[in-house]
């Protein structure tokens, strides 16, 4: 099996960035699924990308990555 990391430093897709948006707002990968009118696998398989996109060790840590990168980039 090859190193799924290269993805690292990679910009965010459209779908990956929508996907990580909705993810803040709590949504479950299955309520993303349905609202996304996809199949929970295809969330999940998205999701593992952007992980591996953002330099995340976890999901989880991908949203707050992401959500942190949002803040910033905010005006103030």
Same mark, same amino acid.
């Given at each position: 099996?090859?190193?799924?990391?290269?993805?690292?430093?990679?910009?965010?897709?459209?779908?990956?960035?929508?996907?990580?948006?909705?993810?803040?707002?709590?949504? =479950?990968?299955?309520?993303?699924?349905?609202?996304?009118?996809?199949?929970?696998?295809?969330?999940?398989?998205?999701?593992?990308?952007?992980?591996?996109?953002?330099?995340?060790? =976890?999901?989880?840590?991908?949203?707050?990555?992401?959500?942190?990168?949002?803040?910033?980039?905010?005006?103030?």
């Amino acid at each position: 099996m090859s190193n799924p990391e290269p993805l690292r430093g990679q910009p965010l897709s459209p779908g990956e960035t929508t996907l990580l948006r909705y993810l803040t707002q709590g949504y =479950t990968v299955a309520g993303l699924a349905l609202r996304l009118g996809t199949r929970a696998a295809t969330v999940r398989r998205r999701a593992e990308r952007a992980r591996r996109k953002l330099g995340a060790t =976890t999901l989880d840590h991908a949203v707050q990555l992401y959500a942190q990168q949002q803040a910033a980039a905010r005006p103030r």
